[in-house]
């Protein structure tokens, strides 16, 4: 999905258009995939149980990774502002600097958790690991049920989105 938002500010870039859908989807997806699903199932579930296993709160990872949760959010309210400012104005200068903002706050903070957050988590929580994972795999799917969606539905979104990009041969 980063992909597809690198691939929309480059189109900007190099001043095509980007259709509506395509940046309606992107922010669909941002908004509910990305803040619903990943921050709560991470924060609802993933975070207590490294902290019920000795995980600080404050002042380590999990109140870093809080913090850019936070910081994802207020990024991706201001590129759905750029957003609806290019397709009612065509003026994208807005929405490629948030796009490319938002993207790299997004790639360092997937990469801390993979690389750190997560590799940390399974080492606190061994034997417990596999019933996180389930615990995390409900979470996701209790949120998706909220939204009335499905994880199938947002896999489908990214590979419209991709194709919408795609260019035309
Ligand atoms: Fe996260």
Request: charged letters at 25%; a negative charge; proline letters at 4%.
């Amino acid at each position: 999905m980063l992909r597809a938002l690198t691939v929309t500010a480059e189109m900007l870039r190099d001043g095509k258009s980007v259709p509506a859908p395509i940046i309606n989807q992107s922010l669909e997806f941002t908004k509910n995939f990305m803040l619903v699903c990943h921050h709560s199932k991470e924060e609802e579930a993933l975070f207590p149980t490294l902290e019920s296993h000795g995980m600080p709160r404050e002042g380590g990872p999990i109140a870093r990774m809080i913090f850019e949760h936070g910081v994802a959010k207020d990024l991706a309210a201001k590129m759905e502002i750029s957003a609806a400012k290019y397709l009612q104005t065509n003026d994208a200068g807005g929405l490629i600097m948030d796009i490319q903002n938002y993207v790299e706050h997004v790639s360092s903070h997937l990469t801390k958790e993979n690389f750190r957050l997560f590799m940390m988590a399974d080492m606190i929580l061994k034997a417990d690991a596999e019933k996180v994972g389930k615990n995390l795999e409900i979470s996701e799917q209790s949120k998706l049920a909220e939204l009335g969606k499905t994880r199938g539905h947002y896999e489908k979104l990214v590979s419209d989105i991709e194709s919408g990009l795609a260019p035309s041969s």
